[in-house]
């Protein structure tokens, strides 16, 4: 029973176009323990059980809040589910990692090392030379940027059909882009047994996330920008980047740079523009910014 009820929750997740990936993964395995103790209806004390058992405080704050949304959606068609009180198991929040904003100079640095990287053909290096390039010109998220395919680029720009939570967008790229993936694709063209990928290796399919992490990792070590253990450069952080370099060069007008924001968290396929807001305190340019127009408006209303 609780197997096919969670099974209707997903498929109305994904109907919303939602991936629901982890979630549903997360409760069938919550069916399964409910169905191990024959219970046909949520209760909090068996929502409460099966959070108990995960192995840290914030895998069962995530188990928790995953199996109420679930208790909340069957509880409007049978009140006999019940939906245990918000937040018992706390409000933890993943904390951000700070961004590595990375300079011109040091993305010129890692995308020239990137030619260097070895391969079964020499269109490997020119991959993640583009990529990486591709990466830093336009804040794409990795999985974007992997799951393009060569007939997405277009003279109006870069059509992403695999963005997050399914949503597709129209992204510009400067000319110079645009001019070196063309040179790119040339290349790309010769390989006969490539895939549709925009991106490929001498297999002909594109690298995986894990494997263009771990690119960018040793060349990023290499350059001696990331020690071997501790914090340092990340792939995202060319998205970072890009953001904030592009807010920075708003200059200080409060008004302009909120204009921008919009269409920032547009460009780079925010679902929320609280997500884009973020970038704001990310780099002490913008702090500054920041505190000095709170700080005006505060000497204003003094006054």
């Not at 997903?10 to 991936?19: E, Y």
């Not at 277009?154 to 993936?181: E, I, W, Y």
Request: charged share 20%.
């Amino acid at each position: 029973m609780m197997q096919h009820h969670v099974g209707r929750y997903i498929l109305l997740q994904r109907t919303l176009g939602k991936k629901f990936c982890a979630q549903e993964k997360s409760l069938n395995k919550f069916a399964t323990f409910a169905g191990a103790r024959s219970a046909t209806h949520m209760t909090a004390a068996l929502i409460l059980e099966w959070a108990g058992t995960a192995s840290t405080p914030n895998a069962a704050r995530i188990r928790f809040d995953q199996a109420r949304a679930l208790a909340k959606f069957l509880h409007g068609e049978d009140a006999r589910h019940e939906i245990p009180a918000a937040g018992l198991l706390g409000r933890g929040r993943r904390q951000r990692p700070a961004p590595y904003i990375l300079t011109p100079d040091q993305i010129a640095l890692i995308m020239a090392e990137a030619l260097k990287v070895p391969g079964r053909a020499p269109i490997s290096a020119l991959t993640y030379h583009h990529l990486f390039g591709l990466l830093a010109s336009t804040g794409l998220r990795i999985s974007e940027a992997l799951s393009l395919q060569s007939d997405d680029l277009t003279v109006d720009g870069l059509m992403v059909r695999s963005g997050k939570f399914g949503k597709s967008r129209l992204v510009p790229v400067h000319a110079s882009t645009q001019s070196a993936l063309d040179c790119y694709l040339a290349t790309r063209r010769k390989i006969s047994s490539a895939s549709d990928d925009l991106f490929v290796l001498g297999h002909g399919r594109a690298p995986t996330k894990t494997r263009a992490h771990v690119v960018f990792v040793r060349i990023v070590r290499q350059l001696g920008y990331r020690k071997s253990t501790g914090s340092g450069p990340r792939l995202h952080d060319l998205r970072h980047t890009f953001a904030v370099r592009s807010l920075e060069a708003c200059g200080s007008d409060p008004q302009v740079i909120l204009q921008h924001m919009r269409a920032l968290s547009t460009y780079l396929g925010h679902a929320d523009i609280s997500n884009t807001y973020w970038y704001l305190e990310s780099t002490p340019v913008l702090l500054r910014i920041i505190s000095s127009a709170a700080e005006g408006a505060w000497i204003g209303g003094a006054e």
